[in-house]
Structures are given as structure tokens and as C-alpha cells.
């Protein structure tokens, strides 16, 4: 990972605020995000952060701070590129363009790399089907036990919390 310079740092520090509490930022890049506001073009500098749940801009100003935020399953297409003052970083986001020039500073490889390779997936939920059905299962014959009178309403719901709280 490259030496963040402390103006980086300090944005990734401000931009923790905003994000969820058990949000992790995996890369960071900063550099001058290109947008339209109000039908006119305009350039804001700032951070991109790339987290574990999605991509995140951030940009400190005179009284406040913008941001923007973009899941993963929401980037359908990414393209880098290297000139003279930097590299730039480009991707449709929902149907709009969103690009960052002048990237010089921070985890610039890193972040690409995950950015290209997270681009457009879903969130997935950790839980594997035969987990799933191993608890269904479970609470059938619990459920069964409870019905046939072996095991009171208490020792039910004891052993039932415990199945779901694993």
C-alpha cells in the first residue's frame, strides 16, 4: 500500500462519519471528481473510498462536506487510464457517468483492481442453503418434541433461541 499524504488521511478520517459503523474502507484514492450540478458542469476534490459494501466519494467544503454514494450492483461498466497528470477513473453508476482525474495519491493500483473486480455484483448473504435447511430442520424436530409433550414450552423456546442465535 502506498503513503497516504496527511490531506488523504484526514478525508478518510471526516468520511468515517458517514459511513456505516461496521463498514471497513479497503482503498482510498484522491483526486478531482468530475460531476454536473445544477446542469453545470463542475470539479470537486476529494476521495474516493472503496469500502467493503460500496464506493464512496467525499469532499470536504467551506461549512459542510459533499458526498455520493455507489454500490457495487449499481456499476455496470469501469474503465482506468494513465496520462500526464494522474490517472483516471471512470464508470456508468445507475445510468450516469461518474469520473475522478488527477488520481496521484493513495492505494491507486489497489483500488482499481477492486473496483474492477467488484463492479456489478450483488451483495450476497453469507448463510449457505444447507445451514439454512439444517436449522429448518432442527426447529421441525424441535417443534415435534414440543408437540409430543417430551419437552415443556420453556425448554422449547430456550432451545429454540439457541438454534437461531448461532
Given amino acids: ?12 478520517e471526516q468520511a468515517k462519519e458517514h459511513l456505516d459503523s461496521d463498514e471497513e474502507i479497503l482503498y482510498s484514492v484522491l483526486g478531482a471528481y468530475e460531476t454536473e450540478i445544477l446542469g453545470s ?9 472503496a469500502t467493503d459494501k460500496r464506493l464512496f ?12 454514494s455507489f454500490p457495487y450492483s449499481n456499476i ?3 474503465e482506468a487510464s494513465k496520462g500526464l497528470m494522474g490517472h483516471k477513473i471512470s464508470f456508468y453508476a445507475s ?15 489497489e483500488f482499481i483492481t477492486h473496483l474492477r473486480s467488484a463492479s456489478g455484483k450483488k451483495e450476497t ?9 439444517s436449522t429448518v430442520t ?8 414440543k408437540e409430543q409433550g417430551i419437552l415443556t414450552d420453556e425448554e422449547f423456546k430456550k432451545e429454540k433461541e439457541k438454534i437461531l442465535n448461532r
Fill in 1 to 12: 500500500m502506498a503513503k497516504k499524504p496527511k490531506k488523504l488521511l484526514k478525508l478518510m
Fill in 125 to 133: 448473504n453469507n448463510i449457505a442453503p444447507t445451514e439454512i435447511k
Fill in 76 to 78: 455496470s461498466s469501469f
Fill in 95 to 109: 445510468g450516469n457517468k461518474v469520473s475522478m482525474k488527477w488520481i496521484n495519491d493513495g492505494d491507486v493500483d
Fill in 57 to 68: 466519494f467525499y469532499a470536504k467544503k467551506l461549512g459542510g462536506y459533499d458526498s455520493e
Fill in 41 to 49: 458542469d463542475s470539479v470537486r476534490n476529494g476521495t474516493f473510498l
Fill in 138 to 145: 432442527e426447529l421441525k424436530e424441535l417443534a415435534e418434541l
